[in-house]
T-cell receptor
């Protein structure tokens, strides 16, 4: 286990549902990240939190809403998603999230299917 | 626009041979480059980091080179084993907030 856990591992939801993805890191890191990985596409960075503050939002639609209550926990709240949002959502953490980004430790991901 | 390419979507090699994976970039000035391994259904796992002022890094059977003139990194796995079969991702970061992954190369080591 990498020290970064994600729940649930699999999620199927309808376009009108509201759900949340959870990530927890046990590594004492200060930065956490959400990535989206779609088939045949590179990993896409969605959000970065550094010391609980959001430092990056890469033009992510508002139907994805992140929350970082503390340095160990990160949530991704989902509502009114589209089928094209179906993907593997990966959480990662690193010691710091500023310039010269550190080695990132990834969780196992949540496989999301939007019907 | 910034672009990262990895030599091929898939690479098949025979067990015992050296696998060489390529990461090329354009319109980018990376301060460092990382290589990750990803197995199906799992998150990427960090392997090696090389900085712009370093030419080569080694770790056990792994070797990474970084040529900022050619805008290229090579990732070598010597004495490859079937257990090395996975997707390998390169990722580039600069001195700002830019950090981006390449599309990955799926390596299959055949027994």
């Amino acid at each position: 286990e990498t020290g970064v856990t994600q729940t649930p591992r699999h999620l199927v939801m309808g376009m009108t549902n509201k759900k949340s993805l959870k990530c927890e890191q046990h590594l004492g890191h200060n930065a956490m990240y959400w990535y989206k990985q779609s088939a045949k596409k590179p990993l896409e960075l969605m959000f970065v939190y550094n010391f609980k503050e959001q430092t990056e939002n890469n033009s992510v639609p508002s139907r994805f809403s992140p929350e970082c209550p503390n340095s160990s926990h990160l949530f991704l709240h989902l509502h009114t998603l589209q089928p094209e949002d179906s993907a593997l959502y990966l959480c990662a953490s690193s010691q710091e999230g500023g310039a010269s980004r550190d080695t990132q430790y990834f969780g196992p991901g949540t496989r999301l299917t939007v019907l | 626009s910034q672009k990262i390419e990895q030599n091929s979507e898939a690479l098949n090699i025979q067990e015992g041979k050296t696998a060489t994976l390529t990461c090329n970039y354009t319109n980018y000035s990376p301060a460092y480059l990382q290589w990750y391994r990803q197995d199906p259904g799992r998150g990427p796992v960090f392997l090696l980091l090389i900085r712009e002022n370093e030419k080569e890094k080694r770790k056990e059977r792994l070797k990474v080179t970084f040529d900022t003139t050619l805008k290229q990194s090579l990732f070598h796995i010597t004495a490859s084993q079937p257990a090395d079969s996975a997707t390998y991702l390169c990722a580039l970061g600069d001195y700002g907030q830019n950090f981006v992954f390449g599309p990955g190369t799926r390596l299959s080591v055949l027994p």
